[in-house]
């Protein structure tokens, strides 16, 4: 059985880790506390462009193989 603390890291490693987490975290705390978007349908954009959805070869031959069709 392993342990977490089998393998330890460089310390200079390990405090690269802490600045990218924390790096992170301020970047999530600063879109979490972003107002929210209007849902008032008079300030909504006029018109949207849909967006075009493309498959990869290997979806495409999956899809094939379970006799899925992708147009």
Known sequence: MTSSYDDLAALSEMQADCRATS????????????????????EQPTEQPKREIT???????IAGALHFHLE
């Open 23 to 42: 790096a992170r975290l301020e970047q999530a705390a600063r879109l979490a506390t972003r107002p929210a978007p209007s849902i008032h349908f008079d």
């Open 55 to 61: 498959y990869s070869a290997a979806a495409v031959r």
